[in-house]
């Protein structure tokens, strides 16, 4: 069977084979002998014999053997490299065209002789390389545009492009195979060409796209070719696959692999000497629970020069294996490494600050945490910096910090808390109502430090009081048996954020449906992961994690309401996302889902309103001072300026040196009580007393 025709069984099947098999024959077939008859077929040789003329032996390769594979009796003349005699002048430069890929300058060149030569006809070879060409183009674009059906449609309507010579082509129609859901076809296509091709990188490439494209027994059939002395000729690749399996379960827990495989790479991992199967074991074990065995695999990568993978895991595993003080040395050492390592370590570092009673550490393991933390912003190392001072009897401090943590995270209960805690503590009876203020109706614990009469006062502004969960640290002082020396006090900000700033997304809006015994229990995250919830219920999971601060699990829930669900169950569930991607710092994404869905005119106001609110605060904590005034100034029209946002602009004109209009702000400010503002004076004063001697 002509490996056309077998080509063409993989791309439309057997059965419709023989209705296109009457069509096979190219144009250069039009002299062949009729079927039966032992002559060999008239073959279009000009495009060989120019190529040879050439000297393009690529080229010359490449056709010969795709006339090979269009005639498998077909043998290259004898006399391939002599002059042809009374050749067409034209003929030549038409080649010399297709080799360029000019196919638009072949057609106008043709139109243009058989205008002046009426019945001239150029070569039938030159006519269907020039159609296979332009349908390899077409081809391609569709590939590229991810269009598969138009790709395995040009495909059969042009079988003749299908050859060794256009390998590109043939990986192609592979994919689309794969993408239209016919894997096995590709498969039976990937063996066509370990069968048919003989060039070796081009066979080892194959080989490769299949393992990018096909799994399980259709790739175990593609990799089964042999060398001629039955060693496997991919043996290499195949050990990449097992690494491909094993990385992928490494990556999703839900992707499971045999415990043959594990065992076989555990023992490449043993045998070898680079970190790279180590690594995966490690990401292995540990995201499926197995800490002490990812404990080993993590070391062994490190040793190896795993890099700052290995070390993240490495520390990681250690912490979950309650050996977090000796991760600490490793953990400080890589920090730097990249987002994900100084996110272990901040995380290490806080798990170990925020313990009650407070660990046994080291002085210069905490000193040299807090810089780290000022450099990230980090609003979880600062709270459990808050926390360790806290409980350590150093209450100033852990007010300094908590302040800090609020600063940068204005949404966080845990950290508003820690500062009302200290500012109790401190008889600072001005920051813990202002800090009670904000969080009125949101936070019952934090209310209940205040004096009575304040908690009524507060009570009458914002009738329903959520209750909160219980914080992440203690919420009464422990015991200190002997007090550490003092943690290092924050840096001072650039421009500090006035410490009664709190956030804007404050939970549910009136009347949005925020039942109180949503289902965030263990249950109904089983039920959630199942698919088993309706919109409501996805609504009411979504304002019960916000609730207990777990924004990112809410929004998952909201979008299941926004989904599936219609009416106001969409506008609650819309808004609640925007919410949680505020919670979370994440502007652009907030406004983005806030257009999910129509919001009622009131609330997508005060929506409006709230985001404008958070992009001005972010774009001043990166030190973007113009951006900051733009964002107040657009939602100066939504709604009035609180003093919290008027002492950011008045900060940001302060860092532009513009003292005048800062000093407008800061001058009304103070005249209206603000407190934060007598700081805003007097650095504006010491700048121009410097200035002027």
């Known amino acids: 069977m002509s490996s056309l025709r077998v080509l063409l069984l993989i791309l439309v099947g057997a059965a419709a084979v023989p209705a296109i098999g009457q069509q096979l024959a190219s144009p250069s077939d039009s002299g062949a002998a009729p079927a039966g008859a032992a002559a060999t077929p008239k073959v279009d040789e000009s495009a060989l014999r120019f190529f040879a003329a050439q000297g393009d032996k690529q080229r010359l390769d490449a056709e010969i053997a795709r006339l090979r594979a ?27 065209l ?46 590229e545009a991810k269009q598969w059906a138009s790709v395995l449609r040009i495909a059969t309507d ?9 390998m590109d082509v043939l990986w192609r129609v592979a994919e689309a195979f794969v993408r239209t859901g016919a894997p096995q076809r590709a498969k039976d296509l990937f063996i066509y060409i370990l069968t048919s091709c003989p060039n070796p990188q081009e066979r080892v490439a194959t080989a490769q ?8 027994p259709d790739l175990d059939a593609v990799l089964a070719r042999a060398n001629p002395d039955n060693t496997p000729e991919f043996a290499g690749l195949r050990e990449d696959l097992l690494r491909m399996r094993v990385g992928r379960a490494a990556q999703d827990t839900s992707v499971s692999v045999s415990s043959d495989d594990i065992a076989a790479l555990e023992q490449l991992a043993r045998n070898g000497t680079v970190a790279d199967d180590a690594l995966v074991l490690g990401w292995y074990a540990f995201r499926r629970g197995d800490a002490a065995r990812a404990v080993d695999w993590f070391k062994l990568a490190l040793d190896r020069q795993g890099g700052a993978s290995a070390a993240e895991g490495y520390v990681l595993a250690l912490a979950a294996t309650g050996r977090a003080q000796e991760a600490e040395p490793i953990a400080y050492q890589w920090r730097d490494a990249g987002a994900s390592n100084r996110k272990a370590y901040i995380d290490l570092m806080a798990g170990l600050l925020a313990t009650a009673p407070p660990p046994r550490l080291d002085q210069s393991v905490v000193a040299r945490f807090a810089p780290v933390v000022q450099e990230a912003k980090s609003a979880t190392g600062a709270q459990a910096l808050g926390w360790y001072a806290y409980n350590t009897g150093q209450i100033r401090t852990a007010a ?54 304040a908690r ?116 609650d569930a819309a808004y609640g996302k925007s919410l949680a991607y505020m919670r979370l710092g994440l502007t652009n994404e907030a406004q983005v889902a806030a257009l999910e869905t129509p919001q009622p005119p009131a609330r997508a106001v005060t929506l409006s309103a709230d985001l404008l609110a958070q992009r001005a605060i972010a774009a001043y904590r990166d030190a ?23 002492s950011i602009r008045a900060w940001s004109y302060y860092h532009l040196r513009d003292f005048v209009s800062a000093r407008r702000l800061f001058t009304a400010l103070r005249d209206a009580g603000y407190p934060e ?10 700048v121009t007393r410097q200035v002027r001697s």
Request: proline letters at 10%.
């Open 624 to 646: 973007r001072y113009v951006e900051a005034i733009l964002a107040l100034d657009e939602r100066s029209h939504l709604a009035p300026e609180q003093q919290d946002l008027m």
């Open 70 to 96: 269009l005639y498998p009796n077909w043998q290259p003349p004898k006399d391939l490299f002599s002059p042809t005699p009374d050749q067409d002048p034209d003929i030549p430069r038409l080649w010399a």
């Open 158 to 166: 042009t079988p003749g492009m299908l050859v060794c010579a256009n």
């Open 456 to 571: 009524r006062r507060l009570a009458s502004r914002a009738p329903t009081v959520a209750s909160q969960p219980a914080a992440a640290s203690p919420s009464t002082p422990l015991p200190v048996s002997r007090p550490t020396a003092a943690v290092a006090a924050p840096l001072p900000l650039n421009g500090a954020l006035p410490e009664r700033l709190a956030g804007y997304d404050d939970g549910p809006a009136p009347g949005a449906s925020a039942p109180r015994n949503a289902p965030c229990s263990s249950a109904g995250d089983a039920a959630f992961r199942a698919g088993r919830v309706s919109p409501e219920e996805g609504l009411a999971r979504g304002w019960c994690l916000l609730e207990l601060n777990r924004p990112r699990e809410a929004i998952n829930a909201f979008d299941v309401a926004v989904r599936g669900g219609a009416g106001r169950t969409a506008e």
């Open 400 to 453: 300094s910090w908590f302040r800090t943590a609020v600063q940068w995270a204005p949404a966080d209960e845990v950290s508003a808390y820690g500062l009302a805690l200290a500012s109790q503590r401190l008889k600072d009876t001005a920051t813990l109502d202002a800090i009670a203020a904000n969080w009125a109706g949101k936070s019952e614990r934090i209310l209940a430090l205040v004096s009575p009469a």
């Open 209 to 216: 796209k299949a393992l990018q494209l096909l799994d399980g």
């Open 98 to 143: 297709f080799a360029e890929g000019k196919f638009s300058d072949i057609r106008a060149a043709i139109a243009q002789r058989q205008a002046s030569e009426p019945g001239w006809q150029p070569p039938a070879d030159l006519m269907a390389r020039l159609a296979e060409g332009e349908a390899a183009r077409r081809l391609v674009n569709a590939s």
């Open 677 to 686: 503002a007598g700081a805003g004076i007097d650095a504006i004063l010491a």
